[in-house]
Structure formats: structure tokens, C-alpha cells
């Protein structure tokens, strides 16, 4: 085998290494789409704000902690602590938007369409809130000593970051203990009886706002996450929460309202996209994401995994 071979061939697992890693952070965020999605049957677009809470929470927490005299906490406790209190604003902020922007018009219409122009404003409010605050509009990045930066060398050429290997491992734990909250508790019963017919779920005694709150909460939780991971391997802007419509693309690949049809699309995203910008262009990486979403609405409308339905999103 020749040298060139051997190069692409590195070249390839390197990739793909990547793409897993990016493809199971876009998994986090598509994966709250389909979970509101599936009890409200609309696309819930200021999921990007939550993801923005997620990251700034995360930095000013742990600033606070590292400029607080009467803090001593050990740098590992302090980035549990500023991750988990990143997580709590996220669902917060998640279930304050459905009670204040959300209930009141589901409770004069069933028109998802209201929703989903609510979730536009939404989104820019919670951005532009952000812009106006202390923290202004600019870049804002996470300490790089928050995760370790190890680079370890898999042979070949091919290596993977520490960091990496942990939001792929943190995607996967949350992703199987979303799985195992759905399947094994009585809310995430409850969850999959709504996801199938709310109003009927509601005749049998569910109380479906405290569940469509479980569900918003869920849904913020895992933007937090994504948005830690994303504001450290990039920089926090109120403009990050952008990167959610890839992860909203991958949803509809996959099937909205199917968390495993979230899933398989968001790493065949995240694999499409690091193999185009390894081996073609890294310009070229948005041209076929949205290429992927017109060739798959046009052959399957209802994704991989979806239900058809009339009214899509």
C-alpha cells in the first residue's frame, strides 16, 4: 500500500473519529426537538436560547467560583458544580419559556403554527437579552484547563482529544439515561402515551402540563450540555445557538418526533460533514447538510424514522 493510501486512509478514521464526536453533540440538541416535537407536533426554534443558557451559565459559574475568596473548591469540584448548575438554568429557562410563551396560546388554539412563530421570537429575544447584559456580544471562551487536553495517538497518524472522547462518552450517558427515564419510570410512560395522542393521555388521568413541563425541562437539559461542549470547543456568542439548525436538519433526516431517528441522523451529519471538509472542503460542509435535507424530504418526506403526517414542520 502506498503512501498516498495510507494518508487517505488515516485521513478517513480521523474523520470519522470526528464526526462521531460532533455528530453525538448535534444527537443532544436534535434529540430535545424530537421530544417536544413528539408531545406538541411543532418545531420548538428558540431551542437554540437554551443552548445559549447552557454555555454562559457554565462561564459564569465558574468565574464566580474562581474569583469567590470564600469558595475553595478543588478545579474538578468547581467545573461539576459550574456544569451542573449549567444543566438546571437550561431546563429552567426551557420549562419559563413554555409556561410564559407557550401554555397561554395552547390554551386558546390548537394551531401549532402560533408555536412555532412564538418559538421564532422567542429565540431572538433570549439572544438579544444577552447581547444588552453585562456579557455583552462578545466571544466569551470556557477556561481550556476545564476538561483535559491530552491528545492521545490511536496509530497511523490518527489521534483523538481528551475532551473529545468526553462528549462522546457524556452524549452517550445522557443519551441512555434519556432512554432509561422513557422506558423504565412512570413519567417516561406517561412521555410515550402523550407522544402518541396528548389529548387522549390526558382523558386517563396523565396531568399533561406538569408533563409537557417534564418534557421542556428534559429538552433544555441536553441543550445545556451540547452548549458546554460547544462554547468549549468554539467560543460562547449569543449567536451560537445558530448551530441548532444542523442539529434541527438532523431531526428531520432522522424523523421528527424519532429519538432514534434523531440519533442516526445527527451522526450521519456529523460523519457527512467531516468527511466533506476532510476530503473535499471545509466550504463546502454546509452545502451538503442542507443538500442531505432536500434529498431526503424529497425521496422520504417523514425522514428515516417518522411517522407520516400531514401537517410537517
Known amino acids: 500500500m502506498g503512501n498516498s493510501s495510507i494518508m487517505q486512509l488515516s485521513t478517513l478514521f480521523q474523520q470519522i473519529i470526528n464526526g462521531l464526536s460532533l455528530g453525538s453533540v448535534y444527537a443532544l440538541i436534535a434529540v430535545g426537538y424530537s421530544l417536544v416535537y413528539s408531545i406538541l407536533s411543532f418545531s420548538n ?21 474562581n474569583v469567590t475568596p470564600t469558595i475553595s473548591l478543588s478545579p474538578i469540584d468547581s467545573v461539576w458544580l459550574a456544569c451542573l448548575g449549567a444543566l438546571l438554568a437550561g431546563g429552567l429557562v426551557a420549562v419559563v419559556t413554555e409556561r410564559l410563551a407557550y401554555k397561554p396560546i395552547r390554551e386558546r388554539t390548537s394551531v401549532t403554527l402560533y408555536l412555532l412563530i ?24 470556557l477556561p481550556q484547563d476545564m476538561f483535559p487536553s491530552q491528545i492521545f495517538d490511536l496509530g ?10 468526553i462528549s462522546l462518552v457524556c452524549a452517550v450517558v445522557f443519551l441512555g439515561g434519556l432512554q ?38 428534559v429538552a433544555g437539559l441536553l441543550a445545556s450540555v451540547s452548549g458546554i461542549f460547544l462554547s468549549y470547543r468554539y467560543t460562547i456568542t449569543p449567536q451560537l445557538g445558530a448551530i441548532t439548525i444542523k442539529a434541527f436538519v438532523a431531526a428531520v433526516i432522522g424523523g421528527l418526533g424519532s429519538l432514534p431517528g434523531a440519533v442516526v441522523g445527527s451522526l450521519l451529519l456529523g460523519l457527512a460533514e467531516m468527511l466533506v471538509a476532510g476530503f473535499i ?18 425521496i422520504k418526506p417523514a425522514g428515516f424514522f417518522g411517522k407520516q403526517i400531514s401537517d410537517k414542520i
Not at 421570537?121 to 471562551?141: C, D, H, K, Q, T
Open 45 to 65: 426554534f428558540a431551542h437554540g436560547g437554551f443552548l445559549i443558557v447552557g454555555g454562559y451559565a457554565c462561564y459564569i459559574l465558574l468565574m464566580g467560583i
Open 118 to 141: 412564538a418559538s421564532m421570537g422567542v429565540s431572538i429575544v433570549i439572544e438579544n437579552l444577552f447581547i444588552i447584559s453585562p456579557l455583552g456580544g462578545r466571544m466569551r471562551a
Open 156 to 165: 497511523g497518524g490518527v489521534t483523538v482529544s481528551s475532551s473529545s472522547m
Open 180 to 217: 432509561f427515564f422513557l422506558t423504565k419510570t412512570r413519567w417516561g410512560l406517561a412521555i410515550r402515551a402523550a407522544a402518541c395522542d396528548l389529548r387522549t393521555a390526558g382523558l386517563m388521568g396523565i396531568n399533561t402540563s406538569l408533563l409537557i413541563g417534564i418534557v421542556f425541562f
Open 281 to 298: 472542503s471545509s466550504q463546502l460542509r454546509d452545502l451538503v447538510v442542507f443538500s442531505m435535507l432536500v434529498i431526503v424530504l424529497l
